[in-house]
Structure formats: structure tokens, C-alpha cells
């Protein structure tokens, strides 16, 4: 099978623009986690998609913000960037089975600067 | 509220040699599962082995065990006949609910020719 993959894997913008990344999951995988990943703050969850809908969230401002389309691919989208959004942003899929975690599985992340 | 902690930001290990690498968490729940994953140099997360927590038995993956102790909530992963390639982070984690992780902040391992 195909792993995760992330589009794209470099990015580069200036503050007060807004992104979006992309993130195809593993055939047969329904839920898509987010992460962000700082040197200072280390790897923090964002959100998770299940079936089109957001099925938990992290602390992050609504700036942050995402979705999910039925072939389960998700996209995260980051309005009027800030310097402190400069992160790689990982994206893991996993079956999403309810009632206990399932291993997620990583993609290569998408490196964003913002200047 | 669950947390993790690795208090091992780095270590290293002769090529060969067995390293064991430290993780304590905290929750109040009695079924979970715990994870270590490895980012290398590419920056591409792996996973490593998971426990469930009402397996007796530790996991065993390859090289790669993990000493699970459940009544100390202390999760150490060891890594036997070190290869150069095991050179990466390594991160404790941790269901918080359901797909939602929390990951401890990293013990980076090097191994030394």
C-alpha cells in the first residue's frame, strides 16, 4: 500500500496570508490527524477528521482550520499566517476504529515558513 | 490530566552496544495504549512498538523492546545491538482520546560507529 502523502513539502509564505496544505491518507484509512511541530513547542495535535467531520481538537486559535472529503483526503488551512506558524505539519492517517487508538501512521510533513 | 515525560532530551550508543531510553506518563485511565515512534534525519515519523496496557506481556518488535510497568506508568524502550540507522528522535506517546496524541518532547538518539 501507498503511504501517506503530503503536498506540498515545502512552503514558503509572508505573514497575513493564508495556506493550505494537503494530505491524502492510507487506502482503507478514515481518520486524518494533524500535528504541528516546533523546535520550542514540540509536536502538538491540531485536529482529527473521521468520515468528513471533525472528531476532535486541539488548543489551537481558528485560524487553524480544516476538512475532509469522502475519499478521505483532508486538507488544513492556516489564515492571516503569523511568524510563530512556521512548523513542519504532519499529517497521519490511521482506520480510525471507535472505542480505542489506533497506530497512525506519519506522513513526510510539509515544512512551512512564513516571513 | 495525561501527560508524558521524557527526561532524556539526549543520549548516544556505541554501534552494537543496548541503549534503553525513559518515559513516564500519568492518567487516570486503567485501559490505554502507549507508542514510541523514531523521526530520523528526514523528518518522517515511524513507528516503533505499541503496548496495550492490559497486556501482561511486553512488546517485543525486531530489536526493539519496551520494559511496561504498568504501576509506576513507566514505559522505556530498549534498543538491542544499536545500528547506525536507529540514529534519530525517539517520542513517547500517548492516546489522550481516541486518535488524539500527546507526545513527550524527544530523547535524540546517536549511535557511534
Known amino acids: 500500500k501507498a503511504g501517506v502523502t503530503q503536498t506540498p513539502r515545502y512552503l514558503i509564505k509572508t505573514r497575513g496570508q493564508q495556506v493550505t496544505l494537503s494530505c491524502s491518507p492510507i487506502s482503507g484509512h478514515r481518520s486524518v490527524s494533524w500535528y504541528q511541530q516546533t523546535p520550542g513547542q514540540g509536536l502538538q495535535f491540531l485536529f482529527e477528521y473521521f468520515s468528513e467531520t471533525q472528531r476532535n481538537k486541539g488548543n489551537f486559535p481558528g485560524r487553524f482550520s480544516g476538512r475532509q472529503f469522502s475519499n478521505s483526503r483532508s486538507e488544513m488551512n492556516v489564515s492571516t499566517l503569523e511568524l510563530g506558524d512556521s512548523a513542519l505539519y504532519l499529517c497521519?492517517?490511521?482506520?480510525?476504529?471507535?472505542?480505542?487508538?489506533?497506530?497512525?501512521?506519519f506522513g513526510p510533513g510539509t515544512r512551512l515558513t512564513v516571513l | 490530566a495525561q501527560t508524558v515525560t521524557q527526561s532524556q532530551p539526549e543520549m548516544s550508543v556505541q554501534e552494537a552496544e543496548t541503549v534503553t531510553l525513559s518515559c513516564t506518563y500519568d492518567?487516570?485511565?486503567?485501559?490505554?495504549?502507549l507508542f514510541w515512534y523514531k523521526q530520523p534525519p528526514s523528518r518522517q515519523m515511524i513507528l516503533v512498538i505499541r503496548q496495550e496496557a492490559y497486556k501482561q506481556q511486553n512488546a517485543t518488535e525486531n530489536r526493539f523492546s519496551v520494559n511496561f510497568q504498568k504501576a509506576a506508568k513507566s514505559f522505556s524502550l530498549k534498543i538491542s545491538d544499536s545500528q547506525l540507522g536507529d540514529t534519530a528522535m525517539y517520542f513517547c506517546a500517548f492516546p489522550v482520546t481516541g486518535n488524539q496524541f500527546y507526545f513527550g518532547t524527544g530523547t535524540s538518539l546517536t549511535v557511534i560507529p
Open positions: 492518567t487516570s485511565e486503567n485501559n490505554y495504549y
Open positions: 497521519a492517517s490511521s482506520l480510525g476504529l471507535a472505542g480505542y487508538p489506533d497506530t497512525q501512521y
